[in-house]
């Protein structure tokens, strides 16, 4: 069953809460990450079509000022939105939204540059379709992770906090 994009959050909250996490207290990273799998792969209402990249997802580790430059690692799945927008524009392009799950960590020496590395190292957008060549997207990602040493001990560690949100990108 399909979900509409402006109650994706919920479902994301809802498989979270299957995977025994608090969507506000997100304890355990591997567990997040394996609901974030299963949130990817829920077909979504109202939104471009996958040739259009209307539905990809990215995964960014870092410091940003807008969580505060504490270190986290960000789970994101973003839509290309058709419903939304002045309609009688004839140029009209479609809205960018982010269902995002932040986790927050405490600071640690294992991540002191995390900084230095959020761009030029986080996961690009990835628009492969729902199905196996998504699932196979994920496991790239995963693989990659194992690489960087700063980012595997995120994976490893904690989170002290997490949010999740909907909201628009662009």
């Known amino acids: 069953m399909a979900t509409h994009w402006k109650s994706s959050p919920e479902t994301f909250a809802l498989i979270l809460r299957r995977h025994g996490l608090d969507p506000d207290a997100v304890d355990d990273v591997a567990r997040a990450w394996s609901a974030f799998q299963e949130f990817v792969q829920v077909q979504i209402d109202g939104i471009e079509p996958a040739e259009d990249d209307g539905d990809g997802f990215i995964v960014q580790w870092g410091r940003w000022s807008w969580h505060d430059d504490r270190p986290a690692l960000v789970f994101t799945r973003q839509f ?27 600071d640690a020496p294992a991540w002191a540059d995390l900084g230095a590395m959020a761009w030029a190292d986080s996961m690009g957008f990835d628009f492969d379709p729902i199905g196996h060549e998504r699932a196979a997207a994920l496991a790239r990602i995963a693989a990659f992770i194992e690489t960087l040493p700063q980012v595997s001990a995120m994976w490893r560690a ?11 990108a662009d």
Do not use: I, K
């Open 80 to 106: 290309a939105v058709c419903d939304e927008g002045d309609e009688d524009d004839g140029f009209r392009q479609p809205q960018h939204w982010n269902v995002e799950l932040a986790l927050f960590f405490a």
């Open 158 to 168: 904690v989170p002290v906090g997490s949010a999740l949100g909907l909201e628009r």
